[in-house]
């Protein structure tokens, strides 16, 4: 995934993710503080209002980062891409 396709998914926030308070973020090692402010602000630029991070740790993410706000998902996780780049050499 690029950057164009990541703004392209920022773009598409739902109407029902602007009304939540929470937003999941998901990464395979600790978010520092100076990470969690910037995904906070960015967040919150994007919805409308502030979210509370819940930060998590998963080891199924491998690198990168998913953020979800309701029903809203934004997944840049290595996880993902290899997933998608698997789907393209199937269909090939």
């Not at 990464?27 to 969690?36: A, C, I, L, Q, W």
């Amino acid at each position: 995934m690029n950057v164009p396709d990541v703004q392209i998914l920022l773009e598409k926030v739902t109407s029902q993710a602007k009304k939540e308070k929470y937003a999941r973020v998901e990464g395979s090692v600790p978010f520092t503080e100076d990470e969690k402010k910037k995904i906070s602000s960015v967040l919150a630029k994007l919805i409308g209002h502030p979210v509370i991070l819940r930060s998590r740790i998963s080891p199924d993410v491998l690198g990168g980062v998913k953020i979800q706000v309701g029903d809203w998902v934004v997944d840049t996780t290595l996880k993902y891409q290899l997933g998608k780049l698997s789907e393209v050499l199937l269909v090939s």
